[in-house]
């Protein structure tokens, strides 16, 4: 069995995503996975292409396209564009650990606190010891991801 570097894998994944979009335009769920693989790659604006199209394909409300594509906008720096489509991912899933998190993030960014403050509380309440983790890195090392 051939040993794999990252690269090519990425490579393989984003040439089978381009072939089955081609096949199947209409499937808003293959943009939002190229739309996560361009995120990883920091390839933000066509990342942020992809979630637009995924969000607009869905009849419905979908967290993670909304989150997809706040990560974007926070890489971005466009934290107040972010918060919005946190919001609605919020509002989709309102146990959405992730959203919270990055929500929070931007919000101490912009100087909003507060916000900042109850998006971090409403963490702890869901319990998650993996992103109080995030949290405490985040507040040492001021990254957004």
Known sequence: ??????SEILKIVSS????FIKERPKEHMLYYFRGILLLYKHDFENALENFDTAIEGCD???????????RCYAG???????IKDLNKSI???DSLVEAFVLRGK????????????????QV??????????????????????
């Open 60 to 70: 419905c409300k979908v967290s993670k396209y909304h989150l997809g594509r706040a």
């Open 91 to 93: 509002e989709a899933n």
């Open 124 to 145: 702890i309440k869901l319990n998650s010891v993996i992103f109080i983790r995030m949290i405490l890195l985040f507040t040492f090392k001021q990254e957004i991801f």
């Open 106 to 121: 931007c919000n101490f960014i912009t100087g909003n606190t507060n916000s900042s403050f109850e998006d971090f509380k």
């Open 1 to 6: 069995m051939k040993d794999f570097k990252e």
């Open 76 to 82: 971005m720096s466009m934290f107040k564009e972010a």
């Open 16 to 19: 089978e995503l381009d072939k």
